[in-house]
């Protein structure tokens, strides 16, 4: 059995989205009882990221460290035809996931108790973003 | 044909522990012949990564590169409930994988001659991980 | 139903080689209308990832910002046994995506319009890399 759906998000600018209710909830309307679901963006300025989901200082801090590892506007960057984060949001998205999956176990997403998973916006701006699950 | 079983790990502390054989013979136990078989870590401070199997120098030098992009205890950090390595700890494992799946060919995991599937440790102090194997 | 496949490349050094077109046609061949495109790199020293296929600055500036979180030939290395690159190469390999999967639906890639699928050579020298395909 193979469901596909296509979850549609709008952000904020950069930062995270918990997505977690969401796939919770196609999942079940799947009706898969043991199988995979799987995540996909179709953007390549954003992406997905599973991390603790108690403290937002754990966001926060993933941000800093970002910013460290691909900064916006370094004089290094060729491509800014979309201003400085343009480069830095397609870096953070290589660094992190465009697709991931997660097991699905008597119905339900077998994430661990501080688990989370997030659609990570690495543009300034707000986005309306397309995230393809496939349950199977 | 869905396969599903949870493995259990004790890590040392910091570092990687080879896993190959543990998914292996899961693999072998499940009958799969030709498919997936899809690790997923149920935690936030521990990751997965595929590596030479070869030489150990190659996984001290990840731990080096890491401690560069990931350094504990920094000032900048917010979150340090936990310790100097808390945060770090998530930091390394946004940056390595949640989730990874090996294709099975023939009945046995289709990995390179070199590569071997490693659970990485990010706390200092020893856990006790769980990893959920998915095979379809 | 389960198609299984080894797409081989050649990659010429350091740097990205577009597979999006053999890996449409390989998912093409298989018949699978609703489900996933998984790859699987057999290698340590390569790997794969999806970004802009739009402006090849970006591809660039990707190595640029590589270069400066794994270099080549650092001094904090063990690992040099294959020259400078050797280490620098695993490191990126672990930084990016070993497997990756991308949702197929009505027979085809559901990739989103700016997004190319890469097999990325982090060594200095060509290479011959097997990438295995597998659709379910």
Redesign the interface.
Known sequence: M?Y?TILEFKTAGRGTTDITDAVADAVAASGLR???A?L??????CSL????NA?P??R???E??MAR??PDGSP????D?EGPDD?AA??R???????????V?GGRL??????GIYLWEHRTAPHRR?V?L?V?
Chains 1, 2, 3 share one sequence.
Not at 76 to 79: D, F, P, T
């Open positions: 193979t596909q043991v199988g995979l799987h996909f963006v179709q953007h390549t300025s990221t599973i991390t603790e403290d200082d754990v926060r801090d993933l800093t460290i590892l691909a290094a960057y060729r491509h035809a480069m397609h870096a998205s290589m660094l992190t996931a465009t697709s991931l999956s997660v097991p176990g077998l994430l661990g108790t501080w688990q397309r393809v496939t199977l």
